[in-house]
């Protein structure tokens, strides 16, 4: 995706000018431009794979009884849809963005461990590959939720489990990897003067992020690998016969689950507090507590995780001290909300594609903290468990969150990588219908989630009909329009208009500094920090 | 248009719209239900959810004023503003306040929910793939309770009934005003078993017991769903709550009791091929065809064929063996816990001798009778 540009100003015993040409150029490279940009590229491959399930799920959805696909298949495709969506779209987005952006933004060369970089990228296609031919083995691909409860997901799945938990494995490392490098990058590769209160947001939600994915990923791989030894070794972790529990998968699992959707948020949480100030012209407000704030959402995603289960039996007290925990969390993300807020209140505003997305960001997203708050009265939440309102609230943040907020980040920073202006006629074609699309096709779901639908079913009774017409309609809207924003990156690369440096007025930030797009090699003397 | 086709449009959309009327009311909110418990759950849900609206219409509003009125195309200049600790530590304290008022009444309310002393009616539910089993601990009832819906129905062959998916063969049926209590748990992976009206969610767990109550004020049928996935027919097994008056519920016991003494008269009488064959497809179709396909032909490799397996075409003995005690590690129960000798007699005999599995064999309820008493 990157033009390429040799920088000729090295010195002459400088012998690395340039990337490799041909398709070694990708398998071999170290260059966190490169990788990122894979990365990016990856990301959407999965977004589509993803989303095509999502599209089937949503045409059989369409009208009560069964149409298209028989309920087997309907379980592997809601399965499917989730594990590609969080793994393989959202994840691997942040990290194509943190690959491109945090050196720039901190004057580093490129990252700490390029080599291990190459890695933790490669890693992630033949992860995907495998979790995706289990499609086609006997069988069928794993049909338990993304979630995977025992003993569904142990005694009683298909055979193709076992390839899934490879393939979580893979991903884990491939995460795990990727973190390490970006706290190393961060921690060791600041330019002199750039001090950690001196980072960019998105820099900080980054390293917050990357020890969020160390701490949590094991926990990830210890509760497959629990799974594997009760499926192939005779263990009895999740069997109650054998004097195991199925609620410690619950546990185990949601102690990964919980910080797991905080990683998918806060670099989105970064980026668009770069962008909101930018087409604010205004700084961001209240630096400091932003910093603190992410940090306070992440030590609170630790201690919350059973609010996933306030329906298994946990007693009072247990039930009381999560509920409390997950109320609490409200306080730091409001402050979020009233910082990106009050940096809008008295600027001189501008509505470009990036702040279009970073603005239906702050709304929605706050939308889907409501429905969160509601999740967290527990008594309530004995209604709302397992119904499609919890559908339509994660939804809510991780939608016009994490994919608004990439999609946000990805418009702010395209002209920069490919030194070529996007159309910014089509970049609100694409805004606007995904926008609509998105709401049509979740808003409807808090209706009928209510009303009493639960989530994972192929068909369902005729009171909620109407509604999921309409969810229907929308998703597929929302489906469609990322063709478009495909369309509008090569058209990007091939030939938008010539980007300058600063590209938008306001900006502030070190990877302004830079020419459009970046020389392949930058920063290798340091900048100075003001 | 012209018109001429004025009739013609007014035709079609009111077509349209009668279609619209067939899929019934738009529900839209928790209901209110028919509990104490139920309408404070409603309370809580609505006051929480006014809170939020009004939370949202204040910083909402901020956004939309400085969208419309701090545009550059209006001349706005940028202020520069960027810190102001006061306004931080009111915009922490105030939040923090709202969730305390929040986690008041929250809290009373669980310590309602979580009250099961002293009841007096106690039935266990026991989630299998995929049907309920109520059994009654004090009066010796318990049944199976699995969806009615036609397969036709799901299939769009026939139109669907108003109660579509969410109607069974046997309703759970209560009292009114007494209160019950319901002890939970399943045979195989985890179910959730909830009735919205009766504000009941609670995971059935196999190997826990998971407690919960209810107190019905109003007779009626209330309905719900199994609430977590637990496999292939998860959107299949759904829950109805029949709750009568005290009377009307005696009667509806002692009714099933009697029912349930003739079938274990069933037991002790001769039995010819014919019979066990049309009883064992009954028994079939309602409780091997979900996996085993009403064709035989099962959904190979979870679910194996029994159409020319070695099992209904081999040895008798593991034929029963098999369905009695279940296949361990796999989808198969034990149906000898679910099913009466008679029944699975009937089914052995019935698989043994359909889809061209035409060995003969007849099975007796005393061969079950007997295999049980050699496997003690």
Known sequence: ?530 | MLLGDKPKLIAAVSTLLACGSVYGEWGYNLPQGVTEVSRSIYDLHMTIFWICVVIGIVVFGVMFWSMLMHRKSLGAKPAAFHENTLIEVIWTAIPFLILVSMAVPATQTLIKVYDTKESDIDIQITGYQWKWHYKYLADDVGFFSNLSTPKAEIANEEPKGDHYLLEVDEPMVVPVNKKIRFLITANDVIHSWWVPDLAVKKDAIPGFINEAWTKIEEPGIYRGQCAELCGKDHGFMPIVVEAKSEEDYQTWLVAKKEAAAKERELRDKVWTQEELYSRGEKIYNKNCAACHQPNGEGVPPVFPAIKGSEIATGEPQKHIAVVVNGVQGTAMQAFGKQLSEVDIAAVITYQRNAWGNNTGDQVVPMDIVKFNEAGQ
């Open chain 1, 1 to 530: 995706m990157s033009a390429v540009i040799d920088d000729h100003t090295h010195t002459a015993d400088d012998h690395h000018h340039g990337p490799a040409k041909g398709f070694m150029r990708w398998v071999l490279t170290t260059n966190h431009k490169d990788i990122g940009t894979m990365y990016l590229w990856f990301s959407f491959a999965m977004f589509l794979t993803g989303g095509l399930m999502a599209m089937v799920i949503r045409s059989e959805l369409f009208q009560p009884g069964l149409q298209i696909v028989d309920p087997e298949f309907f379980n592997q495709m809601t399965t499917l849809h989730g594990l590609i969506m969080v793994f393989g779209a959202v994840m691997p987005a942040f990290v194509g963005l943190a690959n491109w952006m945090v050196p720039m933004m901190i004057g580093a060369p490129d990252m700490a461990m390029p080599r291990m970089n190459n890695w933790s990228f490669w890693i992630l296609p033949f992860a995907f590959f495998i979790l995706i031919s289990s499609l086609f083995m006997e069988g069928g691909a794993p049909n338990f939720g993304w979630t995977f409860y025992a003993p569904l997901s142990t005694t009683y799945a298909p055979p193709s489990v076992t390839f899934f938990i490879l393939s979580v494995h893979m991903m884990g490392i491939s995460s795990i990897m990727g973190a390490i490098n970006i706290i190393a990058t961060i921690l060791n590769l600041r330019a002199p003067g750039m001090t950690m209160m001196k980072m960019p947001l998105f820099v900080w939600t980054w390293l917050i992020t990357a020890f969020l994915l160390i701490a949590v990923m094991p926990v990830l791989a210890g509760v497959v690998t629990m799974m594997l030894m009760d499926i192939h070794f005779g263990t009895s972790f999740f069997n109650a016969g054998g004097g195991g529990d199925p609620v410690l998968f619950q546990h185990v699992f949601w102690f990964f689950g919980h910080p797991e959707v905080y990683i998918m948020i806060l670099p989105a949480f970064g980026a668009v507090s770069a962008i909101i100030p930018t087409f604010s012209r205004k700084p961001l407000f209240g630096y400091t507590s932003m910093v603190y704030a992410t940090a306070s959402i992440a030590f609170l995603s630790f201690i919350v995780w059973a609010h996933h289960m306030f329906t298994v039996g946990m007693p009072l007290t247990g039930e009381l001290f999560f509920m409390y925990a997950t109320m609490l969390i409200a306080v730091p993300t409001g402050v979020k909300v009233f910082n990106w807020v009050t940096t809008m209140y008295r600027g001189a505003l501008t509505f470009e594609t990036p702040m279009l997305f970073a603005i239906a960001f702050v709304i929605l997203f706050t939308i889907g903290g409501f429905s969160g708050l509601m999740l967290a009265i527990a008594p309530s939440d004995f209604q709302y468990h397992d119904t499609y309102f919890v559908v339509a609230h994660f939804h809510y943040v991780l939608v016009p969150g994490a994919i608004f907020g990439i999609y946000a980040g990805i418009y702010y920073w395209l002209p920069k990588w490919t030194g070529h202006m996007y159309d910014e006629l089509l970049g609100k074609t694409h805004f606007w219908l995904s926008f609509i699309g998105m709401n049509l096709a979740f808003f409807p779901m808090h209706f009928v989630g209510l009303a009493g639908m639960p989530r994972r079913i192929p068909d369902y009774a005729l009171q909620f009909a109407n509604f999921n017409m309409i969810s229907s309609v929308g998703a597929f809207l929302f489906g469609a329009t990322q063709l478009l924003f495909l369309f509008i990156v090569i058209k990007t690369i091939i030939n938008g208009k010539k980007a300058s440096a600063q590209v938008w007025d306001g900006a502030e930030g070190l990877e302004w500094t830079l020419p459009s797009p970046p020389p392949y090699h930058t920063f290798s003397t340091p900048p100075d920090i003001k």
